[in-house]
């Protein structure tokens, strides 16, 4: 159980392209989900929160504007880059929980490679 | 607040030995505590946690990890790792909401 699943796993574009990542919550509802981005040898940065019915919470540093988040649903989160430049290449990844205590663990997505040319 | 420190960014070992990877946390409220592994262009997956109790976690793929609250520390140990062990291992603090992850640990393992 608790399977996420996020789409596309490698995306290659061209720059100034906008890009959509999609991440699933496929057996469980999720009214939260997380978007990570990690950079190579590096771990994983929280770039938003998203909450079903609202705006997404975004960390400190992140660009609204350049990473729109949708929550729509309560299995479906969306993370567009748009406008995207060689800089946003990285692996980005999506988790959510399960439940809705404070001592649940996230499940994570494979997570989505964006390299742009 | 919180914080967590792997002490190590690569961990070789010969296939069969025994490893452990450190991880030191900080935290200002509950301590919730977890290990991930991710294996080349994956995602993360939980490998045990933390939450209250036992202080010895049991998880999966033979890996365990002890909270030790004294020294603010949870290692996670194998007592005989194998080749598909082969993984970047992130010790991670937190829980539904706010988690924050280690830089991360890269086991080699070594036929």
């Known amino acids: 159980g608790a399977v996420v699943s996020q789409h596309p796993s490698w995306v290659i574009c061209k720059s100034g392209t906008s890009v959509k990542i999609e991440c699933r919550s496929l057996?469980?509802?999720?009214?939260?989900m997380f978007w990570y981005r990690q950079f190579p040898k590096q771990s994983l940065m929280l770039m938003a929160t998203?909450?079903?019915?609202?705006?997404?919470?975004?960390e400190q540093g992140v660009e609204k504007d350049k990473f729109l988040i949708n929550h729509a649903s309560l299995t479906l989160s969306t993370l567009t880059v748009t406008s995207a430049h060689p800089e946003d290449s990285s692996f980005y990844i999506c988790?959510?929980?399960?439940?809705?205590?404070?001592?649940?663990?996230?499940?994570f997505g494979d997570g989505t490679r964006l390299s742009i040319l | 607040a919180q914080s967590v420190t792997q002490l190590d960014s690569q961990v070789p070992v010969f296939e069969e030995a025994p490893v452990e990877l450190r991880c030191n946390y900080s935290?200002?409220?509950?301590?919730?505590l977890f290990w991930y592994v991710q294996y080349p262009n994956q995602g993360l997956q939980l490998l045990l946690k933390y939450l209250s109790g036992s202080t010895l976690v049991k998880g999966i793929n033979g890996f365990e990890a002890e909270f030790n609250k004294s020294q603010t520390s949870f290692h996670l140990r194998k007592p005989s790792v194998h080749i598909s062990d082969t993984a970047e291992y992130f010790c991670?603090?937190?829980?539904?909401?706010?988690?924050?992850f280690g830089i991360g640990t890269k086991l080699q393992v070594i036929p």
């Open positions: 057996d469980f509802q999720a009214t939260t």
């Open positions: 988790s959510a929980n399960q439940g809705v205590y404070s001592n649940q663990p996230q499940h």
């Open positions: 991670a603090v937190g829980g539904y909401q706010k988690v924050t």
């Open positions: 935290s200002s409220v509950s301590v919730y």
């Open positions: 998203s909450n079903e019915g609202s705006k997404a919470t975004y």
